[in-house]
């Protein structure tokens, strides 16, 4: 069983899913399926199909959260310091090309997301900044193209 590697606040907000699909979404979905027997002939009945579909999504994504949770190795990054670059490190990066800056926090897969800044240390571009220190530069292959990133600040918050 491999551990999944998370911050306490990725943690929190797993958590936080699973209360509401345990406790909001569950009885919601019995309901909708209670209602729709009321209905008559199941066979032909496509108000209880859709509930039993839903039941079903709404239970496996239970289960991965609940798998997620039980391998969750929680890393307190307040915590954590240092010059180099690894699990938790917000970093400052400027492309050499367009002299655009970007902040990302690095963190664990399930919590990763673009919009907010975070990005999945399975990443391309975290696996090619691990390990790395500020003035460094990063050459990351993606799906545009390769690019070059200035290393401008490192922090851990």
Known sequence: MEKIPMTAAGYTALETELKHRQQVERPRIIQQITEARTHGDLSENAEYHAAKEQQSLN???IA?????LARADVI???KLSGDSIKFGATVTLVDEDTDEKKVWQIVGEPEADAKKGR???TS???KALIGKTKGATVEVNTPGGARAYEVKKVEWR
């Open 124 to 126: 391309p571009l975290a």
């Open 59 to 61: 239970e496996g994504a």
């Open 76 to 78: 307190d990054v307040s």
């Open 64 to 68: 991965e959260l609940e798998d997620k």
């Open 119 to 121: 990005i999945s240390v």
